[in-house]
């Protein structure tokens, strides 16, 4: 048994949004997954980061029309060793996802980034970073299943709170740091 989640980096390519980078999370959920886009957070705003993530978003906005680029006709969703087109944004994803405070193993997949996020194995929610505007950086929960416990209609978009809340740990939870989250 695990809690299956996957956490999307997306940018605003052209006049579409487009997965950049993608993983899977074998045991991520509730306080635990905030605290993984906490950390994201950090490591996307982070002034040392900023020339190489411009240099990948302007290398995905180069292709905005090329619709081979981005087709995900034929992948193996799978497959481990598929092209990261975004070596950079997928190294910083697989950091921020991978890191954990006690130093106990994760277990972090990288997936091919023309997934779509409903084609996934999970039980946990999908977390979407948007990395548009790196001074504004912008995240959502998905929930393709219904969320935990099935307490969201499927397909449903929500903030932090809302996602803490449906395990139960909304309360007393320290929100600071989170509320420039704006979904």
Same mark, same amino acid.
């Given at each position: 048994m695990a809690q299956h989640h996957q956490l999307f980096v997306i940018a605003k390519v052209g006049t579409r949004y487009? *997965?950049?980078a993608a993983v899977h999370h074998?045991?991520?959920?509730?306080? $635990?997954?905030?605290?993984?886009?906490?950390?994201?957070?950090?490591?996307?705003?982070?002034? @040392? +980061? /900023?020339?190489?993530? &411009?240099?990948?978003?302007?290398?995905?906005?180069?292709?905005?029309?090329v619709s081979s680029f981005w087709s995900n006709s034929n992948i193996?969703?799978?497959?481990? +060793? +598929? $092209? /990261? &087109?975004?070596?950079?944004? =997928? =190294? *910083?994803?697989?950091? @921020?996802?991978?890191? &954990?405070?006690?130093?106990?193993?994760?277990?972090?997949?990288p997936l091919d980034f023309r997934m779509?996020?409903?084609?996934?194995? +999970?039980?946990?929610?999908? $977390?979407?970073?948007?990395?548009t505007d790196l001074a504004n950086? &912008?995240? *959502?929960?998905?929930?393709?299943? @219904? @969320?935990p416990m099935g307490l969201f209609p499927a397909d449903s978009v929500f903030d932090v709170v809302w996602y803490l809340e449906a395990y139960g740990e909304g309360d007393g939870v320290d929100h600071q740091g989170v509320s420039r989250c704006s979904g």
């Open positions: 487009r *997965c950049l074998q045991w991520l959920y509730g306080v $635990t997954a905030v605290r993984q886009l906490l950390l994201l957070f950090r490591i996307f705003s982070m002034p @040392g +980061n /900023a020339q190489n993530l &411009r240099y990948e978003l302007g290398l995905a906005r180069k292709h905005a029309n193996d969703h799978k497959d481990v +060793n +598929n $092209t /990261a &087109r975004f070596p950079f944004i =997928t =190294t *910083c994803l697989l950091l @921020g996802a991978s890191f &954990r405070e006690d130093a106990s193993d994760a277990v972090v997949t779509e996020w409903y084609h996934s194995d +999970n039980e946990d929610g999908v $977390t979407v970073l948007d990395i950086l &912008r995240y *959502c929960y998905l929930s393709p299943s @219904g @969320g």
